[in-house]
């Protein structure tokens, strides 16, 4: 424990840029653990972060020194813990620049928020011949709700393809805005190659022809600044659990005119103005859409995350991340049979690749006897992967403590898998 402490310090104020990033690892006391009696080398990223004891001290915190429900209570502790989860939207709203805080809703993720839009805004406002528009590179939780809209509306859901290297193809994009364009749903970054999309020109041309855009932050949020003010969208969805804060809490930016006039998606309590059985009506935004008991610990537990990330500066995590995925690529390139799948410019720190003869299971279970631990699969994208003609890839997926030597672990740990299959 006295590791970690000592890892908890605030930033050294002669620090390079990128440098002295890799001690924060002291900040993470899972990432002193061994597995499978190795140094756990964890690049999984993607998938969920860890978390800073700064994020699990707030949690427990909160329990010990301020649990009491929400927006209901006279008593002081409950006007504490109301306060409390009040302030963590504001950090919120600081994070994704929004304009008011009111335009943030707690959600359980990055799913339920698509789905919130989904259920609310897209069922209301969306009829049959209208069209929504996504890209080839989305995750399943940014495909499948607008698939059950159209089954419901009638709407028709159209797909840009991307290239070759796994960057959209903004001509195509174009191509395929027009006046039935009803909504665009998009991935600020793709979890499975690491493109970055150009967000905010996507929403000048959606918004020409009328769309509403939702921009899908789960995989940039932790990894880049985001400013929903200045990539003007309409809607922004992000997971708590990939930006080192706690599984179960999220949140969905939504531009405040188009929340005001969406109705609730879950009735309960919480979520409303009035009640008799003749009929109710709804209080305003966030409330109308955070029926019942929120996850108030892990609200309060993302705010606490948030400040961490704001402490070592998202300037310094994306310096570092770029590095190092610098360094990664030049470590896998040098692999024999092993191909990058997503080589887009000015990509983000996600290595996916195949290796001949390998499947990417088969080598993630071999990575694990390693303690290096990876992600193989679809990466519940199972569209993008038959674009590229493969059943899956394996993914290694960058985070602010991660260093060379995780990156040298992973390219000997995938030589010795080699070794392995070839009987050396
Ligand atoms: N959108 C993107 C781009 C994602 O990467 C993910 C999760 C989600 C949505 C869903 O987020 P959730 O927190 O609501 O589950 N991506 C991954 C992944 O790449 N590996 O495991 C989960």
């Given at each position: 424990?006295?590791?970690v402490l000592?890892g908890?310090?605030a930033?050294?104020p002669g620090?390079?840029?990128?440098?002295?990033?890799a001690?924060?690892?002291?900040?993470f006391?899972?990432?002193?653990?061994?597995?499978?009696?190795?140094?756990l080398?964890?690049?999984?990223?993607?998938?969920t972060?860890?978390?800073p004891e700064?994020?699990?001290?707030?949690?427990?915190?909160?329990?010990?020194e301020?649990?009491?429900?929400?927006?209901r209570?006279?008593?002081?502790?409950?006007?504490h813990?109301?306060?409390?989860?009040?302030?963590?939207?504001?950090?919120?709203?600081?994070?994704?620049?929004?304009?008011?805080?009111?335009?943030?809703v707690?959600?359980?993720?990055?799913t339920e928020?698509?789905?919130?839009?989904a259920?609310?805004?897209?069922?209301?406002?969306l009829k049959?011949g209208?069209?929504?528009l996504i890209?080839?590179m989305?995750?399943?939780?940014?495909?499948?709700?607008?698939?059950?809209v159209?089954?419901?509306?009638?709407a028709v859901?159209?797909?840009?393809?991307?290239?070759?290297?796994?960057a959209l193809?903004?001509?195509a994009?174009?191509a395929l805005?027009g006046p039935?364009?009803?909504l665009?749903?998009?991935a600020?970054?793709s979890?499975?190659?690491g493109?970055?999309?150009p967000?905010?020109?996507?929403v000048?041309?959606?918004?020409?022809?009328?769309?509403?855009?939702?921009?899908?932050?789960a995989?940039?949020?932790?990894?880049?600044?985001v400013?929903?003010?200045a990539?003007?969208?309409d809607?922004?969805?992000?997971?708590?659990?990939?930006l080192?804060?706690?599984?179960?809490?999220?949140?969905l930016?939504g531009r405040?005119?188009?929340?005001?006039a969406?109705?609730?998606?879950?009735g309960?309590?919480?979520?409303?103005?009035?009640?008799?059985?003749?009929a109710?009506?709804?209080?305003?935004?966030?409330?109308?859409?955070?029926?019942?008991t929120?996850?108030?610990?892990?609200?309060?537990?993302l705010g606490?995350?948030?400040?961490?990330?704001?402490?070592?500066g998202?300037?310094?995590?994306?310096?570092?991340e770029?590095e190092?995925?610098a360094?990664?690529?030049?470590?896998l390139?040098?692999i024999?049979?092993?191909?990058?799948?997503?080589?887009?410019a000015?990509?983000a720190?996600?290595?996916?690749?195949?290796?001949?003869g390998?499947?990417?299971?088969?080598?993630?279970t071999?990575?694990?006897?390693?303690?290096v631990?990876i992600r193989?699969?679809?990466?519940?994208?199972?569209?993008?992967?038959?674009r590229?003609?493969?059943?899956?890839?394996?993914?290694?997926?960058?985070?602010?403590?991660?260093?060379?030597?995780?990156?040298?672990?992973?390219?000997?740990?995938?030589?010795r898998?080699?070794?392995l299959?070839?009987?050396k």
């Open positions: 424990m006295s590791v000592q908890a310090r930033n050294a620090d390079a840029p990128a440098a002295g990033l001690a924060r690892k002291a900040d006391p899972i990432l002193a653990r061994s597995v499978r009696g190795r140094r080398v964890y690049l999984d990223n993607a998938a972060t860890q978390k700064a994020v699990i001290e707030a949690e427990a915190r909160y329990y010990r301020s649990n009491a429900n929400i927006h209570g006279v008593h002081w502790l409950s006007q813990s109301t306060d409390l989860y009040e302030e963590s939207r504001e950090r919120v709203r600081a994070l994704l620049n929004a304009a008011r805080s009111e335009e943030i707690f959600t359980r993720g990055t928020a698509i789905n919130l839009v259920y609310s805004w897209a069922r209301t406002n049959a209208d069209e929504i890209t080839t989305e995750h399943h939780s940014n495909i499948v709700p607008w698939q059950l159209c089954a419901q509306t009638g859901l159209r797909v840009a393809p991307i290239g070759d290297e796994g193809d903004l001509d994009f174009d805005l039935r364009t009803r665009v749903a998009v600020h970054v979890n499975a190659l493109t970055v999309n967000v905010a020109r996507l000048q041309r959606a918004h020409a022809v009328g769309a509403v855009v939702l921009v899908d932050g995989q940039a949020v932790a990894h880049t600044a400013d929903v003010q990539i003007g969208c809607f922004y969805a992000f997971s708590g659990h990939k080192y804060g706690p599984t179960g809490i999220g949140a930016y405040h005119e188009l929340l005001q969406m109705p609730p998606w879950q309960g309590g919480d979520m409303i103005r009035t009640v008799s059985f003749e109710s009506t709804w209080a305003d935004a966030p409330q109308r859409f955070e029926a019942g929120p996850n108030i610990a892990g609200v309060v537990a606490a995350a948030i400040d961490y990330l704001r402490s070592v998202i300037d310094r995590i994306a310096a570092h770029h190092l995925l360094y990664g690529t030049r470590a390139e040098a024999p049979g092993l191909r990058l799948i997503g080589t887009a000015g990509k720190g996600i290595l996916s690749f195949t290796i001949d390998i499947h990417p299971h088969d080598l993630g071999i990575l694990d006897t390693e303690g631990a193989a699969g679809h990466h519940c994208t199972m569209p993008l992967m038959k590229f003609g493969i059943p899956g890839t394996a993914r290694a997926s960058l985070a602010l403590y991660n260093d060379e030597s995780d990156v040298d672990a992973l390219a000997a740990a995938i030589r898998a080699q070794d299959f070839e009987g």
